[in-house]
């Protein structure tokens, strides 16, 4: 294999496939990548054998050839070569590889590439497009209620749900859930797929990339999920199980309903917050206290040996006197992911789940569990 490209265009490619990284990997070569010519292009890939990402660079192609090259250390070589020299790779039948640029070589050791595991192709068969932006806003709107308990596999991840012309996502740890729906997908597909963790948070690192596209298509299949931007394409093996009905945490008629600015409540349970620090998630403690009175809302929080605190907010409320007790981080994180001025605060008493969604659009919910006090 001989191939010849850019530094910037190297680097890109390797930043992309190194997404999926493994520290301690089990078999040698998974600490490397692919690399290797197709048709008229270079092309990189990159497992740990649960997720696998593969992207194309352009290149001048002198022979044909593929060989796995050391992720960590060729990265670093490429980084400190001269910016404006074209960088040329080669590779021989015993997978040495020599780099040129300039007046700089390096040689590294590689392993054959007959000993990289295969990667699954793209599946065109259930597969549907949506626009990026609203992807990336539904995964970031879920994926913070994960659990993060590991015997509760099943909620290891985000629950995706495609129905007819309707994407929708669900994520929850037990004690709360987030959910987000969106019906601008114009082919008409079926499935179900728990994404694990850290395959969606690979594929919001990936988004956030300089890609070109407007638009990322995605497949469910049995077994793994795939998506599709630009020239890179990300996989990942799904979560085994079978998510829990989600359907019937979401609660219906609240007899109380509340509208809260978004950036005063916010701020205002981040004040509180502060006070309630580094305590036990369990602790009672470590709470926010939300008291409803004529007209008002009290947020405040009191912790002994520290301190307390209280910030008032107007709101339109006419019932009797209410009080309810949350984690203070369930409800910043809900509020940081509402893009409107105003958001809706449904509830019935302080023992029973609160619904948040934004006032204006119900295509994003929110469930907490109040702390019992």
């Not at 493994?22 to 990159?46: H, Q």
């Not at 994520?171 to 709360?176: H, I, N, P, S, Y």
């Not at 793994?224 to 799904?238: H, K, M, N, P, Y």
């Not at 023992?351 to 934004?358: A, E, F, K, M, Q």
């Amino acid at each position: 294999m001989n191939v010849i490209c850019g530094k910037d265009e190297l680097l890109r490619g390797i930043q992309t496939v190194s997404l999926t990284g493994s520290p301690r990997c089990t078999l040698p070569v998974l600490s490397n990548f692919l690399f290797e010519t197709k048709g008229d292009k270079i092309k990189l890939s990159s497992t740990d054998l649960e997720i696998a990402i593969e992207c194309y660079i352009k290149g001048e192609i002198i022979e044909d050839g593929g060989v796995t090259i050391p992720t960590k250390k060729f990265s670093n070589i490429v980084k400190e070569l001269i910016m404006d020299k074209e960088i040329e790779i080669r590779a021989d039948e015993t997978s040495h590889i020599n780099i040129t640029s300039g007046k700089s070589k390096f040689n590294l050791m590689g392993i054959s590439k007959s000993e990289y595991p295969v990667i699954p192709i793209f599946s065109r068969e259930n597969c549907f497009t949506i626009e990026k932006e609203i992807f990336t806003q539904m995964l970031r709107k879920t994926v913070f209620s994960v659990s993060k308990d590991l015997q509760r596999y099943v909620l290891n991840g985000v629950y995706f749900v495609m129905m007819d012309n309707k994407l929708s996502m669900v994520a929850t740890d037990g004690r709360r859930l987030a959910y987000v729906e969106n019906k601008s997908i114009k082919e008409t597909t079926n499935g179900r797929a728990i994404v694990p963790t850290k395959a969606v948070n690979d594929i919001l690192r990936l988004l956030s990339s300089d890609t070109k596209s407007k638009n990322i298509k995605i497949s469910i299949t049995t077994n793994q999920v795939a998506t599709e931007i630009d020239d890179i394409v990300f996989l990942s093996i799904l979560i085994d199980g079978t998510f829990p009905s989600y359907e019937q945490v979401i609660p219906k008629n609240l007899k109380l309903k509340i509208k809260l600015n978004v950036k005063d409540t916010l701020a205002a349970v981040k004040q509180m917050a502060i006070l309630t620090e580094n305590r036990p998630s369990s602790d009672v403690s470590s709470s926010v206290k939300f008291y409803f009175d004529a007209d008002v809302l009290k947020i405040s929080a009191s912790t002994a040996g520290i301190g307390s605190g209280e910030v008032e907010l107007e709101v339109e409320y006419k019932d009797k006197p209410s009080e309810i007790n949350f984690n203070p981080n369930f409800v910043k994180e809900v509020l940081q992911n509402i893009d409107e001025d105003f958001a809706m605060f449904e509830f019935s008493d302080s023992l029973n789940p609160v619904l948040i969604y934004p006032e204006k659009n119900k295509d994003y919910l929110y469930v907490i569990m109040p702390m019992r006090i």
